[in-house]
Nanobody, 122 residues
Framework: VQLQAYGGGLVQAGGSLRLSCAAS????????MGWFRQAPGKEREFVAA????????YYADSVKGRFTISRDNAKNTVYLQMNSLKPEDTAVYYC????????????????WGQGTQVTVSS
């Protein structure tokens, strides 16, 4: 499975960005998907996850109410809509795919994209 994340950039606090992650190499609807992020000097942390058909989602408390994860199985793509961005959201964002369940632990995920930088200025 190959994952290609894109859509990052520089945005002012309070602004919005939408990240996309295109998957290939496996039937997309068999993959649970997640987004993680890693800020400089910090460990990678969970952001959001979505089940195979998009029925169930889960969010980190730090982004709940501001971020929305969604997927389009016809386009083999998962999205992360990020609103009301804060400087503390600055990080490299990674998409990940799981052939089993979706969840908050990075260990659940079998495949990872290359990451896309999100920088939020104050």
């Amino acid at each position: 499975v190959q994952l290609q994340a894109y859509g990052g950039g520089l945005v002012q606090a309070g602004g919005s960005l939408r990240l996309s992650c295109a998957a290939s190499g496996r039937t997309f609807s068999t993959l649970a998907m997640g987004w993680f992020r890693q800020a400089p000097g910090k460990e990678r942390e969970f952001v959001a996850a979505i089940s195979r058909r998009g029925v169930s989602t889960y969010y980190a408390d730090s982004v709940k109410g501001r971020f929305t994860i969604s997927r389009d199985n016809a386009k083999n793509t998962v999205y992360l809509q990020m609103n009301s961005l804060k400087p503390e959201d600055t990080a490299v964002y990674y998409c990940a795919a799981s052939t089993s369940a979706y969840g908050i632990s990075p260990a659940i995920y079998d495949y990872w994209g290359q990451g896309t930088q999100v920088t939020v200025s104050s």
